[in-house]
C-alpha cells in the first residue's frame, strides 16, 4: 500500500517536532529504535548522512560538553555534569533526525519528495510564491547532489546524459490510511505540551 508523499512528509516533519522537545530515557529509547530500524532497512542512506554529518555532530557535543556552565566533572577537565546531560540530549535529537531522514529516503523517491513538497507549497502560489519553480528548483538540486555523490567513472557516463526538458511528479490520491497517518501528526504535534 503506497501512502502519499506528502502525509509521509507531514508524519516526519510532525515526528521531529514532538521530539525536538522530549528529553531523558524517551528520548534516548525513541533514538535507538529509530536509529536500529533505520541500519535495518534504510541502511545505504544512513550511511550516507552519518558520513556527512558526523562532524556537526562531533561539533555539537563538544560545544554543549565544555561550554555549559554547571558542576565539574571530575574525570574530564573543564566538562560539567550539565553539559555532559545537554551533549547526549542534542546529539541523541540529531541522531534521531538523521535515522528518521534515513527511513523518510529510502521510502520515497526522488520524485515523491518533490510531489510531496509541491503539495505543501502549491496553495502558497495564490499569493504569489512560485511553487512550481521551488519543485523544479528542488528536483535539479536533488539530482545535482546525487551526481556529485557519485563514483568518477559513472559521474563522466552521467553528464553525457541530456537533461530532460520537462520535469513530471507522481500523482497519488489521498486514502483512507492517509488521513490516518495526518491524524497521528496532528497527535504528535499535540503532545508536545504533554508531559
Known amino acids: 500500500m503506497r ?11 510532525s515526528f521531529l517536532l514532538a521530539f525536538s522537545v522530549r528529553s531523558g530515557v524517551v528520548l ?12 535495518l532497512s534504510a541502511t545505504l542512506h544512513l550511511q550516507r548522512l552519518l558520513r556527512r554529518s558526523i562532524w556537526l555532530m562531533l561539533t555539537l557535543f ?15 577537565a573543564f566538562a560539567t555534569l550539565e553539559g555532559l546531560h545537554l551533549a547526549v540530549m ?3 535529537r540529531v541522531l534521531l533526525a538523521i535515522a528518521s531522514l534515513a527511513l523518510v529516503l529510502q521510502y520515497l523517491s526522488r ?14 502560489s495564490r ?4 511553487a512550481k519553480h521551488l519543485a523544479v528548483r528542488l528536483m535539479l538540486t536533488l539530482e545535482e547532489v546525487e551526481r556529485a555523490s557519485m563514483p568518477p567513472h559513472l ?10 526538458n520537462t520535469l513530471t511528479l507522481p500523482r497519488h490520491g489521498w486514502s483512507p490510511l492517509d488521513v490516518g497517518v495526518a491524524l ?7 503532545s508536545i505540551g504533554w508531559p
Open 3 to 13: 501512502f502519499h508523499p506528502a502525509s509521509l512528509l507531514l508524519l516526519w516533519f
Open 28 to 39: 534516548i529509547l525513541s533514538c535507538f529504535v529509530v536509529t536500529m530500524w533505520a541500519c
Open 62 to 76: 563538544a560545544v554543549f560538553l565544555w561550554m555549559t556552565p554547571g558542576s565539574p566533572l571530575s574525570f574530564m
Open 90 to 92: 542534542q546529539s541523541a
Open 111 to 124: 520524485a515523491d519528495l518533490v510531489a510531496g513538497m509541491y503539495f505543501f507549497l502549491s496553495p502558497l
Open 127 to 130: 499569493i504569489g510564491v512560485p
Open 155 to 164: 559521474m563522466n557516463e552521467s553528464s553525457t546524459a541530456q537533461p530532460a
Open 184 to 190: 497521528v501528526s496532528m497527535l504528535l504535534v499535540f
